[in-house]
C-alpha cells in the first residue's frame, strides 16, 4: 500500500468509524454466536497473493462485525466502560504511525518526558499524595502507564517482595527463592482476579480476608490474619486494598488498612482503584482516597472511566527507586549518556512500551478536567436513575451501594430464576450484562458504559428488563427482602410511580446449556467446587454447583426420550449438564 492508497483508504477507514459510532445503536450489542463461527468463514490459510483493501473492509464488516461485542453501545450494561472517544482514538492512531518503541528516554525523548508530564496532571486532577507525584517536592515518587491493573499488581507484588527479601537476607549470600515460602499477601474475598494471578506467578502465599456485607474488606479479619502469620513465623509482605470491586463496587476502608499494616515494616500496601479510582477527579468523591498516605502504591485505568481507549493503566509509587531497583536490567546496548532522562523501561515488566501517554494527553487538552468530571457524574446520576426504578419495584431489590455507575440488582427469588433472566437478556442480544456473587447472593450488574448514555437509554433498559421477569416471575415465589439498608434509599417525590413504557423484549428459546451460557454461570461438580472455594472469585464467574447423581440422572433421562422417540440418535444433547458448554 503507497501512500495515495493510505490517504484513500485512510479516509474510508474514519468514515466508517464515524459511520459505526453515529448509528451503532442499530446493531445488537452482543453477537448470540457459537465458538468456531469465523472459522466456517474464513480461508485455512494465509492468501498467497496480495489482495485488494477494499475486499478486506468488506470482509471486515461481513464476517468480523458479526462477532463483535460492542462495548460502546448505548445497551452495553455488561463489566465497566471501555473507555473510548475520538480524541483518544487519534492519538492512538499518531502514536501507531510514530512507531517509536520508548523502553528510554534516548530511544523517544518525548514519549518519556511527555508521560512523565502526564502521569503529574493525573495525579493531581485525581488529588492523590504528593508522595505519588514526581514534580512536587521532597517526592521519592512518580508514575508509569502500564498495559493493565494486572500489571500494575503483578509489578508491584514482585517489587513488595524483592524489599521483602532483602530485609530477610541481609548481607547473607543465601539465594533469594529460600525465602519465598516465607512470604504471604493479603487481600479480600471481593479484590480481584489479578492479585491471585500475582501470587501465583510469583509462587507467594495468598490469605483471603472476608468482607463484610457492603463488600469491603474486614480489617479486624485482616489484622488478626497478620497477627497470626507473624506468630507462626511468616512475613506478611503485600496487602491489597481495593476502591470499587469488580463484584459490587465497594469502597475498602483504606485508613484502617493503613493503619494496620503501618504495624508491620514489611509490609507493602498497594491499592487498586482500576475502575473507580479515576473518580477521584470528583472532590466529592474523595472521602474514599482518605488514607492513601498509608499506600506505597496505587492504580487505576483510565482504559475504564476516562474516555482513553485501551490499553493505559496508570500506576503509581511512594519511591521509584524501589520499583527500579526491583526491575532494573540494564545491559550495555541499553544504555546511554543522557543519565537524567527517565528510562521507563525499569518500571514494569516489559522493555517495549507504546507511546501510550500521548492518547491520554489528547484526552485531557480535548476534554479538561470539567468535561472528564461531567461525564462520570452523568453516569452517577444514570445509575442512581436505575437504582430508584429497582427499589420502586417490590420484586427487585438492590444488593450494592450504588456511588458510581454500578447497580447490582436482583429479583426476590432464589438464584435459579435470576440466572434465567439474564440469559434472556443476554440471549436478546439487545442488551448485554454480567453476573456477579456479591454478599454470597447471585446478582446482575448493571453498570453504566455508554459515553453519552441519556435518561431515556436507562428507562428502555428497564422496561426490557421488566418485560422478561414477567413471565419468570408469573410461577416463583418472592423472598423477603435480606438487601443490607443503604443511606441511598430516599425516594422523591418526583420518581415516576406509573409503569414505565417501552418495547417488548423478544424472547428466544432458551436450552438449559444456552441458559447457562448466556448468564455467565458454570456448572461445575461439588467435588470441583470444593476444591476451588478458597480461590477468589472477582465477581465475575458465579458457579451453579452440581451433584454428579443428577448430572447422571439428566443423562439417563435425556437418552430414554431419546430412545423413545424412534431409536433416533442422541438429540439436544446440550440441554443436559453434561455438554461442553456446562463443563
Known sequence: MNVEEFRKYGKEVID????????????????????????????????QSPESFKDVLEDFEQKIMPGVVHWNHPKFFAYFPSGNS??????????????SIGFSWASCPAAAELETIVMNWYAKALGLPKAF????????????????????VLVCLITARARAINELKGHTSVHDSVFLPNLIAYASREAHS???????????????????????????LLQQAIQNDVNAGLTPFFVVATVGTTGGCAFDDISE????????????????????GNSFILPEMRVFSAGLEYADSFNTNPNKLLLTNFDAS???????????????????????????????????IPLSRRFRALKLWFVFRTYGVKGLQEYIRNHMVLAKKFEMLVR?????????????????FRMRTGDEPNHLLLAQINHSGRMHMTPAKFNGRYVIRFCVTYEHATEKDILDAWAQIKGFAEEILRDVQLEISSAPTTPETERTSSEPVGPVSGKPPIKKKL????????????????????????????GCTPILVVDPKTIQQNFQQATEDNQNNNNTKLKDISDVDTDEASN
Open 314 to 348: 496508570a500506576l503509581w509509587v511512594r519511591d521509584v527507586m524501589v520499583l527500579k531497583s526491583a526491575l532494573n536490567v540494564n545491559p550495555l546496548y541499553l544504555r546511554h549518556e543522557h543519565i537524567n532522562g527517565v528510562d521507563y523501561r525499569h518500571y514494569g
Open 133 to 152: 507525584i514526581s514534580d512536587a517536592p521532597g517526592s521519592t515518587g512518580g508514575g508509569a502507564l502500564q498495559g493493565s491493573a494486572s500489571e500494575c
Open 257 to 276: 488498612i493503613g493503619k494496620v499494616c503501618r504495624q508491620v515494616s514489611s509490609i507493602w500496601l498497594h491499592v487498586d482503584g482500576a475502575y473507580a
Open 511 to 538: 436450552t438449559r446449556t444456552k441458559s447457562l451460557r448466556f448468564s455467565f454461570t458454570r456448572s461445575i461438580s461439588r467435588e470441583q467446587f470444593q476444591s476451588q472455594s478458597e480461590h477468589l472469585m472477582d
Open 392 to 408: 420502586k419495584d417490590e420484586r427487585f431489590e438492590v444488593r450494592n451501594d450504588v456511588h458510581l455507575g454500578l447497580v447490582c
Open 194 to 220: 489479578s492479585v491471585e494471578k500475582a501470587t501465583k506467578m510469583a509462587l507467594v502465599k495468598l490469605r483471603i480476608i472476608d468482607a463484610d456485607e457492603r463488600g469491603r474488606m474486614r480489617v479486624d
Open 86 to 99: 475520538f480524541p483518544s482514538v487519534l492519538g492512538d492512531l499518531l502514536s501507531s504511525a510514530i512507531g
Open 16 to 47: 466508517y468509524i464515524c459511520e459505526y459510532g453515529s448509528n451503532i445503536e442499530e446493531r445488537d450489542v452482543a453477537p448470540t454466536l457459537d465458538p468456531g463461527y469465523l472459522k466456517k468463514l474464513l480461508p485455512a490459510d494465509a492468501p
